[in-house]
């Protein structure tokens, strides 16, 4: 059974940075892309970034390009999200995904963490 564990997430001022954490297992992880959504209170689920399995693409909504920075170790069998310059429009909760591109890029990934919290101060 595939799990996804989100770490990482908190309070922070606004400009200020996180890390966010997801590892896998349960599962292989290299042949599969991983991704990260949002949904903030009262909101839609929106896509924010998502990797191939060996890394060589990445892919960022308009929002948080220049600002996130995906990354994977397939090694560990975990993903990490630096979010830089955070911004109180960056608030929601985030969830890690695991599935093959065509999925993720559908919105529509096979598995999903628990969430993670964070939260934008002004």
């Known amino acids: 059974q595939v799990q996804l564990a989100e770490s990482g997430g908190g309070l922070v001022h606004v400009g200020g940075s996180l890390r966010l954490s997801c590892a896998a297992s349960?599962?292989?992880?290299?042949?599969?892309?991983m991704g990260w959504f949002r949904q903030a209170l009262g909101k839609e689920r929106e896509f924010v970034a998502g990797i191939s399995p060996r890394a060589s693409t990445t892919k960022y909504a308009d929002s948080v390009k220049g600002r996130f920075t995906l990354s994977r170790d397939n090694g560990k069998n975990v993903a990490y999200l630096q979010m830089d310059s955070l911004k109180p429009e960056d608030t929601a909760v985030y969830y890690c995904?695991?599935?093959?591109?065509?999925?993720?890029?559908?919105?529509?990934?096979?598995?999903w963490g628990q969430g993670t919290q964070v939260t934008v101060s002004s």
């Open positions: 349960g599962h292989t992880f290299s042949p599969l892309a």
């Open positions: 995904t695991l599935s093959d591109w065509g999925r993720l890029m559908s919105g529509e990934p096979d598995f």
